[in-house]
């Protein structure tokens, strides 16, 4: 490589060259939409003695844990029909005095510190290109999966890929996507993803569909997804609502999440309660759920049920975290049990729950979740009766800026191994813009 020395005269001048050419900064970004998000957490939680088998670091166990995460988002026009995309995160936990960490010899253990050296991060980066004659879209680079087997929030799986969508048809989206890389490996993972093989490509499509029939709206999802050499992955999920009497709305959902698992995805886990090496088969899967919810007045009821998992082996439901299922779900904490956790966990589940809340002034609901259920498996010591019980408060203080707040009382009852409680708390600000 050849070098080139400049005098300090005509280095000078290069600089005041290329600025003197350069855009100013107004013109850079008059065409280029800004937004984000800011979100503070507050989390602290307590076990009992004999809930110390069966913890682990996905159940809220910090006694002083300050959580940040920030997020914000470039998006411009930078020719006829492209546009680019740039989201920069920021990320970063702060321990209290007796802070949980499941690892002591980790580099990241440190339960009194504030963390002061983290800084921003490109965390999507893509290119879109949209062709109006046909309706479709081109979306390539590192982006946000946005999957039902992957949390659509601020928190999602990020893959590396290309993604096909199409509008043409009225009131129907179909979306074909490919991805080659994704970051499980160095955000997402915990001991429940060990199912999967993250080094596999992984190819799916949809349909989303939303209508009006039989005087209410339908909206419906169809995902096939294929994870090379690992699994095939299947998903309905359907909505319905409509107004039964004046002011009052009632919706009905219903969910089926399957797959089917390569017989060469094999593992081995420690028995959580004697640590044990257990040698597992992947297993299929099957998962059913079903709720109801009627609202009426600033009143909302909502009573609900799911199944899935087998007693004799693992299995996964999504593929990260609990999910798009949002809305099939109750409580905080007990999907996060050994035995229960949708993104792959050695038990097979079945759970009922209601929740109920008021709503004042359209701005402050004040509500609770009661879930009960269990966990059936053939280790001994796992497993067992589950209960959870949830109470809550959400504050809509401007149409960008939430306040909410829940205190959760988890309980475990493991057969021939006694009764366990936890307790969490969390308190959250949430801005938009």
Known sequence: MKLVKLSL???????AFSVAN???????LKDIDVSGVLRYRYDTGTFDKKFEPIKNDQLNGSKQQHKYRAQINFSGAIADNFKAF????YSAND?????YQPDPNSPQYNPNVSNTSKGLSVRQLYLTYTNDDFATSVIAGKQQLNTIWTDNGIDGLVGTGIKVVNNSIDGITLAAFAVD?????TEQETDTLQLLNWEKNIYGGAALASYNVFGGDINSQLWLAYMSDTAFLYALDVAYSTTVFDGVKWTLEGAYLGNSVDNSVKGTNNNPVNSKPVSWDGKNNNFFALRGTVEFGGWDATLGGLYYGKKDGVTITVLEDQGNLGSLLAGEEIFYTDGSRLSGDYGQNTFGY????YTFNE??????????GGTKTDLVGFGGDKMEAVARVNYKYSPKLDFSAFYSYLNV???NAGSADHNTVRLQALYKF
């Open 9 to 15: 005269v005509a280095a000078m001048a290069a600089g």
């Open 22 to 28: 350069a855009a100013p900064l107004e013109e850079v």
């Open 86 to 89: 740039m989201q920069l995160d």
């Open 95 to 99: 321990g209290g005095y007796g802070a």
């Open 181 to 185: 890389s994704t970051n499980a490996r």
């Open 354 to 357: 209601v929740t109920a809340g």
């Open 363 to 372: 701005t402050v609901r004040v509500g609770g979740d009661f879930i009960y």
């Open 413 to 415: 009852d493991r057969k």
